[in-house]
């Protein structure tokens, strides 16, 4: 439940940036000093105006940029306001490639891989118990912990992510929106992991034949790609 409450904060978060993220121009930022008509509301002293200081960075930044854009944005022209119109349109282009490049509401493979490190651990002191297993058991076994580090989590913690942004999305303006998202993400999200657990280990009951095993492993390997693509 912890987990699911912290995964709907981050998609959350995510959702809103992308909504906000077409729209987004410098000249609806609200300011201080302007809201206060530059008069401080402490002491009454006249203030510097910090928009006019922003704009005036962006013209100066820009500036090169200036007169390319002004030729293709027939709306700046005149206004001297091409500089804040480029700006504007950075932001977005920039940061809409940015989330992209994180993945956006997807993990990212390495990311994946990242969280999946602490079974490692577990893995490890479990290998001791390996000592005088004939090494088609012990090839068996590593085959499972390649399968659980490198498909079983990782895949896990996609749909974990999916799950919160399908519920995040269809549960909006329901009464009480974030207790149901957190437990239907919750309960999809273990159950999911039981399942995908439960196809890495059943084989092992073939203790003769290690086909199906093989068989699991590939499947799983063809989800990974298929979700991290």
Same mark, same amino acid.
């Given at each position: 439940?912890?987990?699911?409450?912290?995964?709907?904060?981050?998609?959350?978060?995510?959702?809103?940036?992308?909504?906000?993220?077409?729209?987004?121009?410098?000249?609806?930022?609200?300011?201080?000093?302007?809201?206060?008509?530059?008069?401080?509301?402490?002491?009454?002293?006249?203030?510097?105006?910090?928009?006019?200081?922003?704009?005036?960075?962006?013209?100066?930044?820009?500036?090169?940029?200036?007169?390319?854009?002004?030729?293709?944005?027939?709306?700046?022209?005149?206004?001297?306001?091409?500089?804040?119109?480029?700006?504007?349109?950075?932001?977005?282009?920039?940061?809409?490639?940015?989330?992209?490049?994180?993945?956006?509401?997807?993990?990212?493979?390495?990311?994946?891989?990242?969280?999946?490190?602490?079974?490692?651990?577990?893995?490890?002191?479990?290998?001791?118990?390996?000592?005088?297993?004939?090494?088609?058991?012990?090839?068996?076994?590593?085959?499972?912990?390649?399968?659980?580090?490198?498909?079983?989590?990782?895949?896990?913690?996609? %749909?974990?992510? &999916? /799950?919160?942004?399908?519920?995040?999305?269809? $549960?909006?303006?329901? +009464?009480?929106?974030?207790? *149901?998202?957190?437990?239907?993400?919750?309960?999809?999200?273990?159950?999911?992991?039981?399942?995908?657990?439960?196809?890495?280990? %059943?084989?092992? &009951? /073939?203790?003769?034949?290690?086909?199906?095993? $093989?068989?699991?492993? +590939?499947?799983?390997?063809? *989800?990974?790609?298929?979700?991290?693509?």
């Amino acid at each position: 439940v912890l987990v699911a409450s912290c995964a709907r904060c981050h998609v959350r978060g995510i959702l809103q940036l992308e909504a906000q993220l077409p729209m987004f121009s410098v000249q609806h930022a609200r300011c201080f000093c302007c809201d206060h008509d530059h008069v401080d509301p402490l002491t009454g002293e006249d203030m510097m105006c910090d928009r006019r200081m922003v704009y005036d960075s962006l013209e100066e930044w820009y500036y090169s940029c200036d007169k390319e854009f002004m030729a293709t944005d027939a709306e700046a022209a005149g206004t001297g306001l091409s500089h804040l119109r480029f700006f504007n349109m950075q932001v977005q282009i920039r940061i809409h490639s940015l989330l992209s490049a994180m993945g956006g509401l997807r993990l990212r493979y390495s990311h994946a891989l990242t969280m999946a490190s602490p079974c490692l651990w577990y893995f490890m002191g479990r290998a001791k118990y390996l000592e005088g297993l004939p090494w088609l058991e012990i090839g068996r076994w590593a085959v499972y912990v390649a399968t659980v580090l490198f498909a079983v989590t990782p895949v896990a913690g996609q %749909l974990f992510l &999916l /799950y919160c942004a399908y519920f995040e999305r269809a $549960l909006a303006g329901r +009464s009480r929106k974030w207790l *149901l998202s957190i437990v239907a993400t919750s309960i999809s999200g273990s159950m999911s992991f039981s399942l995908l657990w439960a196809l890495a280990a %059943l084989p092992f &009951l /073939y203790k003769s034949n290690p086909l199906p095993q $093989l068989l699991a492993s +590939s499947a799983l390997g063809v *989800l990974v790609v298929w979700l991290f693509r």
